[in-house]
């Protein structure tokens, strides 16, 4: 009894007689150590995949950053194009204008030096005589010395005034045309300058990422076989030609400065005389780089007559009360002729040899040349600008345990390889340039893609199957 309470009393696990006990302490720790290092391994793994993770989140996202980026300046340099075209039309306008009120101030004061045989201070004044009642009023104002004298300082203060216009619109049309210019020569080194700028904005203080210079696809430099935009002149600038004389054109009194007054005639002229005064004006682009403006008066009238068969109409010779005419560009004197008055039913030959003096002629280079899409992207409907770029970051950069982080496996754990397929990670984006009007026209028509209306938006789009196949190339 007393050797069995001896044996309650020591703890078997001591006991001397109990040796297999003895021999397994410790198998609880080779154990451990295999979780502990299977642990630290899926540690590792874990670390290494949530890294790897992040890093490629933030290169696709700037990789979209920088696409959209690229695709802003796009819109933008399209942009700039379409107000400086606008811009250079606006000049032509200005000088459309200008040349048409020296050409109309011009015939005003011819017609005030002419209008005295018609005798409208009179009681005898011919177009009361001839019933014309609007033109009455006019003659009648124009027969004062006063206002003739007027009419002829305001025709030298408007000429000069609308000369300095035109020089002005001049130099302004140069300095656009050469904003046009600068702009297209430097927008490729600064589109690739704010790439990597962008890109390394987002990687601020944390490594170095890669913008490739040569994108998947440029449709900048190569729509179709050809940039996207182009520069016309010469002969090219027709559709300068059709915007810039729509545009004049808008301003009546440029397209058309006409009216006349009709005296009723008896039916054949058999008891009193009739007449028609005709106003005539007009301004037009000839060529490429003339514009013409021309301006007449006169008095076309009838007085009964008799003939072999009877009671006829026999014709006045027709009276020319005044004229004016105004040229912008070099030899526009040489093409100066009747031909735009005479479709516009003047029929007044203007005096080439006034039209011709030098103050009629001002220095005007012509339409400007200027920059709008390229045939192919004008013969598209919708015609949309696509850039695809690449960006790459080398291992190095990662902060992974094989990249640039501190966390390494050391030891036994050194036999982990969790390495990238390849030496950098890379990532595609796309961006997308379209032409949109942000309100539909008032007249219910589609408004076209041009360099003439400011309407071009980006967006990102899903990157082509074939710019994915050629990013893996790289």
Not at 183 to 201: E, G, H, K, N, S
Request: net charge neutral; hydrophobic share 45%; glycine share 6%.
């Amino acid at each position: 009894m007393a050797s069995l309470k001896f044996m309650r009393a020591v703890p078997l696990r001591l006991h001397p007689r109990f040796p297999a006990l003895q021999r397994e302490r410790g198998q609880a720790l080779i154990y451990g150590l295999f979780v502990l290092g299977a642990g630290l391994v899926a540690l590792f793994f874990l670390f290494n995949t949530g890294q790897l993770s992040a890093e490629k989140s933030k290169l696709v996202n700037t990789a979209d950053a920088v696409a959209y980026s690229a695709g802003v300046m796009h819109a933008r340099a399209l942009n700039f194009d379409a107000y400086t075209n606008r811009a250079l039309i606006a000049n032509e306008v200005l000088i459309a204008q200008a040349v048409s009120i020296a050409a109309w101030t011009r015939h005003v004061a011819t017609h005030a030096e002419n209008v005295p045989v018609l005798g409208c201070y009179s009681q005898y004044a011919v177009p009361i005589a001839l019933r014309l009642v609007e033109y009455t009023a006019v003659c009648f104002a124009l027969s004062f010395d006063l206002f003739g004298q007027g009419a002829h300082d305001i025709d030298r203060g408007a000429r000069g005034i609308a000369q300095q216009v035109v020089a002005a619109s001049e130099a302004a049309k140069a300095l656009l045309q050469g904003a046009q210019q600068s702009m297209a020569a430097a927008f490729i080194p600064a589109r690739t300058l704010l790439m990597q700028q962008v890109a390394d904005a987002n990687y601020a203080g944390d490594g170095a990422v890669r913008v490739d210079p040569l994108p998947l696809t440029d449709g900048y430099l190569l729509f179709e076989g050809q940039p996207f935009v182009k520069s016309y002149s010469g002969e090219q600038r027709e559709r300068f030609k059709s915007a810039a004389v729509s545009a004049a054109y808008k301003d009546g009194f440029v397209e058309r400065r006409s009216w006349s007054d009709r005296s009723q005639p008896d039916v054949n002229c058999r008891l009193l005389p009739g007449a028609e005064f005709k106003r005539r004006g007009a301004t037009a682009m000839v060529g490429l780089d003339q514009w013409h403006a021309l301006d007449t008066a006169s008095l076309h009238s009838w007085r009964p007559g008799w003939g072999w068969l009877g009671p006829r109409c026999d014709d006045n010779p027709e009276l020319a009360l005044g004229y004016g005419a105004q040229f912008a560009g070099e030899g526009a004197h040489d093409q100066a002729d009747a031909s735009l008055i005479a479709a516009r039913d003047n029929p007044v030959a203007l005096s080439l040899a006034d039209a011709a003096a030098a103050d009629r002629i001002w220095r005007y280079s012509g339409l400007p040349g200027f920059a709008d899409l390229s045939a192919p992207a004008l013969a598209d409907a919708d015609p949309r600008l696509k850039f695809a770029i690449v960006l790459t970051r080398a291992k190095a950069e990662i902060r992974s345990s094989d990249g640039a982080s501190t966390i390494r496996p050391d030891g036994r754990l050194a036999i982990y390889q969790n390495q990238l397929a390849s030496d950098r990670l890379t990532a595609v984006a796309t961006s997308e340039v379209f032409f949109r009007r942000p309100q539909a026209r008032a007249d219910g028509k589609a408004e076209l893609a041009s360099l003439f209306n400011p309407y071009w938006q980006v967006h990102l789009i899903s990157t082509s199957a074939q710019d994915v196949a050629a990013a893996m190339l790289h």
